[in-house]
């Protein structure tokens, strides 16, 4: 366990529904709550065209609540797609705000709950604690095993104009109820399923290595890697399994109150900018720097590496603290190739020559790169970052010396 030379705090959601076909109780847990008559669903159109909307407004009728539905909430949303949907919204008023959906949508409720009470821009609460209100009462609800949104007081937002994403941090962004039924993630499509693992898992690996770590941050991150790691691949293979789907949505959850305890590193800094610029999938751009940036954090580490290999079950296939740590490693670079995720930036577009301002945009996420337990220079991020360049430049350059 760390032993933090600071102090440290831990906050999370109000209330936590959880287990297969959770989202029944929806209603009572409302209409139990007092002062509720009117909510806000907001969504994604995805989950709206499943019905799921639907069914909630159903379910909330027959308790005399009633709802609107906002749908088409965008894919890791901008500021100002933010700022649109608050605008939509107006000055409505709506006792709840539900949010149902993937990391995007409830980032996207949880700003728009802010957004409602607090006369500010989006631009003027990033940052921690910037928010001075209290929004409106959040329901979140996931529908993908991922982010761990649901129980951190962060939102990501896309800078469209910077080319970045940034974190608005505020203990106003916690919710005050929580379902987590993963009954909603049995449909959750392979590419999905493994690129919102691959950052459930990345949340816990990097709380726990994070110079923030704490006693109650340890013991969620590596809950969350003992049920991601025996359920990561299961799910993506089989993912109307509701036992795997099960272990994966509480992985996520306990990955969110990791970082919400001690906070993610560089792995996330280093995302960002690839989000931001070139649009490639947060979770995605996680599991391709994962095995890169623990090899390079690897002298400063390798103790809490062997605790990980234990909570992962495989530290019993090594020989020593240093075999078991790399183990733990390969076993990521393993599930990468698994669960098909390309180990490749020129998939996305990113050339060589964007990594020098990639790299600068990165060593800029301070909020992040702090948390990292090995100093990043510029050099270094740029020297991971062209790891996932290779196999083309090399065939490029073999062209070069054939002609
Ligand atoms: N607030 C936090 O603590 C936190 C932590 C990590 C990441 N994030 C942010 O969350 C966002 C990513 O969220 P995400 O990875 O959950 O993906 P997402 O919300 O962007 O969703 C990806 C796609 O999956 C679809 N989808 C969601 N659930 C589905 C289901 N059950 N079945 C079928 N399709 C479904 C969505 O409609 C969308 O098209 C990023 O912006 C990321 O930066 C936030
Ligand atoms: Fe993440």
């Known amino acids: 366990m760390s032993k933090p030379a600071r102090n440290y705090q831990f906050q999370t959601a109000g209330r936590i529904i959880a287990g297969p076909h959770s989202l029944q109780n929806l209603g009572d847990a409302l209409s139990g709550a007092g002062q509720v008559s009117r909510v806000l669903i907001v969504a994604s159109d995805t989950i709206r065209k499943h019905g799921i909307t639907d069914e909630i407004a159903a379910q ?16 890791e949303p901008t500021e100002d797609h933010i700022e649109d949907l608050a605008n939509q919204i107006g000055e409505e008023h709506f006792d709840v705000y539900i949010g149902i959906g993937g990391g995007s949508v409830l980032d996207a409720t949880k700003l728009l709950s802010v957004l409602r009470t607090n006369r500010l821009r989006v631009r003027e609460m990033i940052g921690t604690e910037l928010i001075p209100s209290e929004g409106i009462p959040t329901v979140l609800i996931p529908t993908t095993s991922g982010t761990g949104s649901e129980v951190t007081p962060n939102a990501i937002v896309t800078l469209a104009k910077e080319e970045l994403k940034i974190g608005i941090i505020s203990r106003h962004l916690l919710p005050k109820l929580v379902v987590l039924d993963p009954v909603l993630t049995l449909g959750l499509p392979k590419h999905l399923t493994a690129a919102t693992g691959m950052d459930a898992i990345t949340h816990a690996l990097e709380s726990y290595i994070s110079v923030k770590a704490n006693p109650i941050s340890d013991m969620m991150a590596l809950e969350s890697i003992r049920l991601i790691s025996g359920s990561i691949v299961p799910s993506f293979h089989n993912g109307s399994s509701i036992e795997e789907r099960s272990a994966m949505l509480l992985g996520s959850m306990f990955g969110g109150m990791a970082l919400a305890g001690s906070g993610t590193a560089a792995v996330h ?19 391709m720097l994962l095995p890169h940036v623990m090899a390079f954090n690897m002298d400063r580490i390798w103790d809490k590496l062997e605790i990980v290999a234990g909570a992962m079950g495989i530290a019993r296939e090594s020989g020593s603290s240093v075999a078991a740590a790399e183990l733990v490693i390969s076993r990521i670079e393993e599930w990468t190739k698994e669960l098909e995720i390309p180990q490749d930036l020129m998939a996305y577009g990113v050339q060589s020559t964007d990594i020098p301002s990639l790299s600068s945009a990165a060593f800029n996420v301070r909020r992040l790169m702090d948390n990292n337990p090995k100093p990043m220079s510029t050099e270094q991020i740029e020297a991971v970052y062209r790891e996932l360049l290779p196999q083309r430049e090399t065939a490029y350059n073999k062209d070069e010396v054939s002609l």
Do not use: T
Not at 60 to 75: D, K, N
Not at 269 to 278: K, N
């Open 269 to 287: 800094a280093m995302a960002y900018p690839l989000g931001g610029r070139f649009n490639i999938p947060h979770g995605v751009a996680n599991a």
């Open 60 to 75: 909330l009728a027959q308790r005399g609540i009633a709802s609107e539905v906002i749908g088409g909430v965008m894919r």
